[in-house]
């Protein structure tokens, strides 16, 4: 295979080895296998109309099949529906050419829809090597999902998340070498050894704008959920059921006290934080997308923020941002001072930011808030662990949970984790949320929890309760957060 990937621009249909499927300029998404729809959601930003495409997944499978078994490929599972996902195409393109290798787009929703089987999803024979492959793998952990593949044979663990084409090379060259090629051995089956709860109270649900991307965040100390939906944000008001537009455009992460929010800029242009008085002023009186960052830190260019608190001394707090650098993690600490006479917040970073757990490679990572702990998926072993993060850029192995799962919510005392795992199937045991309790080594699976979203990951709110996204059956249909008290 030549150096460089050759394109033929074709449409629908069944698709050679060789080629990738180019669409017009309209965001694709699958009404039924072998059909599209034009989906509502706005573009974040203008791409290539080439990359903005889907391809059933019969047809790669097809393709891969005819040209197996020493062909290699990508396979990049993406919704129109998260920003982020759809922001990896060109990076992921340009990755596979850089490779020498094929790349195929194709519909997260699709195989969510083939691993519940639900009805016309069931998968065909050629398809059903490549789609349990791909749910081996974990692919449903997350969107993106990048899949490497020698002929019919994924390689090692889905390659989660978003990022730039130099890493997607690096980690799809490891996985061809024969590096990160790890499985769980005996998996945890999260979802058979979940003792079932009954709520005290009956689960409330609340309307959503839209369908929300995967990461959304309780603010603490209110009655307020920060999402993203169609590449804006909202903050979801539980007292009177409200959507309202906030600044930013995905992924709003609020600080453990509730007083500052940290998001990746637009642009690439670095972490910026807001000023969480501000926002919420400015946010109830109907000018919420105006508000402007108190502080920029271009040297974090990284997506998925997570926040811990270090320390309070006084008006200061530090803080330490943690993110998913492309190729592990990356955090730096800010002491963020406040002057008492005119309540001015101020943000200073403490030293360069930090590339911790050095040696491993990590995927998915969601800082706890004492800043001092991490849970990420370890590439090697293809299941999500909880890390010490140790002076001099080490990690210690705290606990390995024996499974792949979504990216974990962190209980505010550190001691609880939710999560949801990629599930198969459409018994109820394998469906829902899960908190495992690292106190007693016990799980229990939320109530009401069996409709949930595997992909958008949940959050807890307050002290004994969960919240989770609840997604409609069809982009048209409306979605709803799940909030279920009584979770000990």
Not at 97 to 112: A, C, I, P
Not at 431 to 449: E, H, K, L, W, Y
Request: glycine share 10%; aromatic share 8%.
């Amino acid at each position: 295979m030549s150096s460089r990937r050759r394109v033929v621009p074709i449409v629908w249909g069944v698709i050679a080895c060789g080629a990738i499927a180019w669409t017009s300029a309209v965001s694709l998404v699958p009404a039924h296998e072998g059909s599209v729809q034009a989906a509502s959601h706005p573009l974040t930003s203008p791409l290539d109309a080439r990359v903005d495409s889907i391809t059933p997944l019969a047809d790669v499978a097809r393709a891969t099949h005819a040209c197996a078994p020493d062909c290699g490929a990508l396979v990049y599972a993406w919704t129109p529906r998260m920003p982020l996902s759809r922001l990896g195409i060109p990076h992921v393109v340009r990755a596979a050419e850089d490779l020498g290798m094929e790349v195929w787009l194709v519909s997260h929703d699709e195989l969510q829809a083939r691993a519940e089987q639900v009805s016309g999803a069931s998968p065909d024979a050629a398809a059903t090597l490549l789609v349990d492959g791909m749910l081996d793998a974990g692919v449903l952990a997350h969107a993106p999902a990048l899949v490497v593949m020698r002929g019919e044979a994924v390689l090692g663990t889905a390659i989660l998340g978003y990022k730039r084409a130099d890493a997607y090379a690096s980690l799809v060259s490891a996985r061809l070498a024969g590096l990160d090629l790890g499985y769980p051995a005996e998996p945890t089956p999260y979802a058979r050894i979940a003792h079932d709860v009954e709520a005290p109270q009956t689960p409330s649900d609340y309307e959503v704008v839209g369908l929300p991307g995967a990461y959304f965040r309780w603010v603490p100390y209110t009655r307020l959920i920060a999402y993203e939906s169609d590449g804006r944000i909202y903050l979801l008001d539980l007292a009177d059921r409200q959507s309202r537009v906030a600044p930013g455009f995905v992924d709003f992460v609020p600080t453990p006290d509730g007083r500052y929010f940290v998001t990746p800029g637009r642009s690439d242009e670095g972490l910026v934080f807001f000023d969480a008085a501000e926002v919420l002023d400015a946010v109830e009186a109907g000018r919420g997308a105006a508000v402007q960052p108190i502080f920029n830190d271009a040297r974090m260019r990284d997506q998925y923020p997570s926040i811990g608190i270090l320390q309070r001394d006084g008006s200061r707090t530090r803080y330490r941002v943690l993110t998913s650098w492309f190729e592990g993690l990356l955090y730096r600490d800010y002491d963020v001072s406040v002057n008492a006479s005119t309540g001015v917040s101020s943000v200073r970073p403490v030293g360069e930011p930090v590339v911790p757990c050095r040696g491993m490679r990590l995927s998915t990572p969601i800082m706890a808030q004492s800043g001092r702990e991490v849970a990420a998926r370890d590439e090697s072993t293809g299941t999500t662990k909880i890390l010490e993060m140790l002076e001099g850029g080490t990690c210690r192995e705290v606990a390995d949970l024996g499974a792949a799962t979504s990216k974990v919510a962190w209980h505010a005392d550190g001691q609880k984790l939710a999560f949801s795992t990629p599930r198969r199937g459409t018994a109820r045991g394998e469906q829902g949320i899960f908190v495992f309790d690292r106190r007693t080594g016990t799980t229990v699976r939320v109530p009401a929890s069996e409709g949930a979203s595997g992909l958008a990951f949940p959050d807890f709110l307050g002290e004994e309760s969960v919240v989770f996204l609840v997604p409609s059956a069809t982009y048209q249909g409306t979605s709803h957060f799940r909030v279920v008290d009584g979770i000990e």
